[in-house]
């Protein structure tokens, strides 16, 4: 892979307003993604509801964590938030201890493009791009028109790479609508994965999927966990998913209902 692909070499820092506002770290230091008393509403004609209640958490760096619940629980609700795709209505979502609503704009959204990768249940590419260029939009989205056409061949390169590793280096110019489910997930993540983020968050990645299918993406996302040593965390209805994770969260009603498992040791 060129060193555009290297789990190190993704890792410089989309520069920023230093806006510090970590919460209090135990001995593993300060969480790469946390959540601090975070509320979310939704106005539906002349009446609010509310999903999350104040929620607080933290995820770690290099930790697997598990978000359990039943449907309604505000469990995608919580990964939009920690993913800057939803503003909090009150309280704090912090990004390796900046407060991600207090950046301004275009320091959001670098933070979001370089810092967080995001899989969707329902995979979310675009049906009128090839799947190679649905895994270049990350680089696409964050250069400029010049800045993109000098790292053009670099860019190409890492997106390869990411296919062929997944298994689809015979489907790079295929569309959405032409490849199957579980290759659709592969293209999601090795989207997710192009610039090599610290945190990718994944909302029930394999609920779309058939077991056998799901497996496979499973193997795959574990597999990239380990070797970048990122900070994953996901929403599973499948006890045997979170079985799988370092720690799992329990989520009711908008609402941390309990937290199981160990922590990484350190």
């Known amino acids: 892979m060129s060193s555009s692909a290297d789990p190190a070499a993704g890792r410089e820092r989309s520069g920023e307003a230093q806006v510090q ?16 008393r975070v509320r979310k509403s939704f106005r539906i004609g002349d009446r609010e509801l509310e999903i999350l209640h104040g929620v607080t958490m933290e995820l770690h760096r290099g930790e697997v964590l598990a978000v359990t ?14 993913g800057l795709l ?7 979502v912090l990004i390796e201890g900046r407060s991600a609503w207090e950046l301004s704009l ?28 649905n895994v270049l939009l990350p680089g696409m989205i964050s250069d400029s028109v010049l800045l993109y056409r000098r790292r053009r061949k670099r860019a190409h390169q890492t997106a390869e790479d990411l296919l062929e590793r997944f298994g689809l ?20 993540l090795a989207r997710a994965l192009f610039h090599d983020p610290p945190i990718l968050i994944a909302d029930e ?3 779309n ?19 970048r040593n990122l900070s994953l965390i996901l929403v599973t209805h499948d006890e045997r998913l979170a079985a799988r994770c370092q720690r799992a969260l329990y989520m009711e009603d908008g609402q941390i209902g309990m937290d199981s498992g160990s922590p990484i040791p350190t």
């Open 21 to 36: 506002a970590p919460p209090v770290a135990d001995a593993r230091g300060t969480p790469v993604l946390a959540a601090d």
């Open 69 to 82: 619940g039943p449907s309604g629980a505000g469990k995608s609700t919580l990964l939009h938030t920690l």
């Open 86 to 92: 939803e503003r909090p209505s009150e309280g704090r």
């Open 106 to 133: 275009n320091e959001r959204a670098a933070l979001r493009n370089r810092r967080i990768g995001f899989v969707f249940q329902f995979y979310h590419l675009l049906p009128e791009l090839t799947a190679l260029e």
């Open 169 to 188: 280096a015979d489907r790079m110019t295929h569309r959405p609508p032409q490849l199957s489910g579980g290759e659709r997930q592969r293209v999601a």
């Open 205 to 207: 990645p394999t609920g």
């Open 209 to 227: 999927l058939d077991t056998a299918t799901g497996e496979r993406v499973l193997e795959l996302l574990f597999a990239e966990q380990e070797r």
